[in-house]
């Protein structure tokens, strides 16, 4: 009877001590980030990315469906005059809004206050669709501006000026990124180590807010890429990358991700994969002097949503 209420005794301690381990390590930090003012680049990430690109309700099955897109633009859509480039950030109807949106406290105290009265993104409307902006006031704070409300910039119109050659799938990119595990492999978090000198700065505290998932990754077994497309910005390389890594790196561990391609390429043709990888094999054992020449992606294939999130990140 003695030992069983040791037993209850010590239990209930070790609840305890659990519980308030965590607490500390998990729930009082998050009151600290709350109030930390969300940085040009998390205002940004989380634009391009949405409201979730990991699991989630609207997407399941993580196929890349309810994301926004990011439209370079140079042309005013409602007014038609030209102007200076700006990336707006599209949101089709009935595309969930981003987490600085629904939720502003996530962007600190500046930004949240600057994107409520100077963005009016209270105004913003899932059913109607939007258009958002990264701007910045006379002193250089950055906030979140519903163009929509501010500007009259329709999701629809913005997407007809931009043309399909200056709109980014980054955030679709990034479901493909966390579906297919590149994670696994590739950091997106430079250490305060000798990573300076290769992979970049590490990020600040300020550029995660309203970011879900980060894909920080937990093991590094390639490159850190958060950075990447500073180093490379090739659209070219990477689809050599990942349709066979070993055409850029010929002693790459990377598995290919050819079948991201889809069944067709860019013209509509169907892709002969065996076909491909048996003239590959070829080339390997010198049977031919140069390798088969890789389809260029269809415009809605997983493969250019990948490369578009990869070239995303500078």
């Not at 993580?62 to 042309?75: D, E, M, R, T």
Request: glycine share 8%; aromatic share 12%.
């Amino acid at each position: 009877m003695v030992n069983f209420r040791e037993y209850k005794a010590g239990a209930r301690f070790f609840a305890v001590a659990l519980g308030g381990s965590m607490c500390i390590t998990l729930l009082m930090p998050s009151f600290d980030i709350n109030h930390v003012n969300a940085t040009e680049i998390a205002m940004t990430k989380q634009l391009w990315a949405g409201h979730e690109t990991g699991f989630n309700l609207d997407d399941p099955f993580l196929l890349g469906y309810n994301h926004p897109v990011k439209a370079s633009l140079k042309v005013d859509p409602k007014t038609g005059q030209p102007m200076p480039e700006v990336d707006a950030y599209v949101y089709p109807k009935g595309t969930p809004l981003p987490n600085g949106v629904l939720h502003p406290d996530n962007l600190g105290g500046v930004g949240e206050q600057l994107s409520l009265d100077r963005g009016r993104i209270k105004e913003a409307s899932k059913d109607a669709g939007a258009v958002f902006l990264v701007s910045k006031d006379e002193s250089g704070n950055p906030f979140i501006e519903d163009a929509t409300a501010t500007r009259g910039w329709m999701p629809d119109d913005v997407l007809k000026t931009a043309g399909d050659a200056n709109l980014m799938y980054a955030g679709y990119g990034k479901t493909i990124f966390v579906r297919e595990g590149c994670w696994w492999c590739h950091t997106l978090l430079p250490e305060e180590t000798q990573d300076w000198q290769v992979f970049g700065a590490p990020p600040m505290l300020g550029d995660f807010n309203g970011e879900s998932p980060t894909a920080f990754g937990s093991d590094r077994k390639a490159p850190d890429i958060l950075h990447v497309a500073s180093r490379n910005s090739s659209r070219e390389w990477m689809m050599l990358h990942f349709f066979n890594p070993r055409l850029v790196q010929p002693h790459s561990i990377m598995p290919r991700f050819d079948y991201l391609w889809g069944p067709v390429d860019a013209n509509g043709n169907k892709i002969d994969f065996d076909k491909w990888r048996a003239e590959y094999n070829e080339y390997v054992e010198g049977k031919r002097v140069t390798p088969p020449e890789v389809p260029a992606y269809a415009r809605n294939s997983d493969a250019r949503a990948v490369i578009d999130f990869v070239l995303s990140l500078k």
